[in-house]
């Protein structure tokens, strides 16, 4: 580990720029306010939290800006980041934010998360003003299955929208999406909060390692092993990954 205070890095690019003033805003603002409210231990945790972003600021300083091909400052649709009814745009420019920042080389890993673990409320760009908690858990009934599928559509479109950006970018001889690989997946397999055979979806090539085009089945295998088998295919030699009872190597057949 050095010593001493970290030295200014070179000349920012507007998309960094853009970075760390969301990072900034992250720590000065609700952060703030949420300290006053929560016990020590949470307080503790947030503020591990904060110095992980200080950090992420300074390496986003000294991150020289990419010369890939298609780096440069995406065009941002104006959105109001607490309006539902705005998702679709905050959605579009969080995945043009993402492909940017991995074509810039500002990072190699990134994620998106569409809503929170409960669900949305509302989607009323999709014409459904129900809560989509509530329809989730309502799965026998034929009228909540047709909103639901309208709904998980939706996401697969926006999840669509970052391929298409990453295979529109021309990369060592091939593209962004042949030289990614991108996990769609979600905490539970159904809105009853089923934990069994939950789906998910691979996409890219990896560079080569990774096979696409299968059904992989992983004969009630903890999602853990899956995870190992990406760690492998970035080079992460790692045999485990989660919760000590659920470290059993790789996924058989997915690599």
Do not use: Y
Not at 20 to 41: I, P, W
Not at 89 to 118: E, H, Y
Not at 196 to 201: E, G, I, K, R
Request: proline share 5%.
């Amino acid at each position: 580990m050095g010593g001493g205070a970290p030295t200014a890095g070179p000349a920012i690019s507007p998309l960094q720029a853009r970075a760390l003033d969301f990072l900034a805003n992250q720590q000065n603002g609700e952060f703030t306010r949420v300290m006053k409210r929560v016990a020590a231990d949470d307080r503790a945790r947030i503020d591990q939290h904060l110095t992980a972003l200080g950090k992420l600021k300074f390496s986003l300083r000294a991150t020289p800006t990419g010369d890939g091909v298609g780096c440069a400052a995406p065009t941002l649709e104006a959105n109001s980041p607490k309006a539902i009814a705005d998702t679709p745009k905050i959605s579009a420019n969080m995945v043009k934010v993402l492909v940017a920042a991995l074509a810039c080389g500002i990072t190699r890993v990134g994620s998106i998360q569409w809503t929170r673990a409960t669900g949305h409320g509302a989607l009323p760009w999709l014409q459904i003003n129900e809560d989509f908690h509530g329809i989730s858990h309502s799965e026998s009934n034929p009228a909540a299955v047709v909103k639901l599928v309208k709904i998980n559509n939706w996401f697969a479109q926006e999840v669509a929208e970052l391929l298409r950006q990453l295979q529109l970018r021309s990369e060592n001889n091939g593209t962004m999406l042949d030289n990614s690989l991108i996990l769609w997946g979600s905490k539970i397999a159904t809105g009853n909060h089923t934990e069994d055979n939950v789906p998910f979806a691979l996409f890219g090539k990896a560079g080569g390692a990774l096979k696409g085009g299968r059904l992989v089945e992983s004969n009630s295998a903890h999602h853990n092993r899956m995870m190992v088998s990406l760690c492998n295919l970035m080079d992460v030699p790692t045999q485990t990954f989660g919760a000590e009872k659920f470290q059993q190597g790789p996924l058989p057949g997915l690599v």
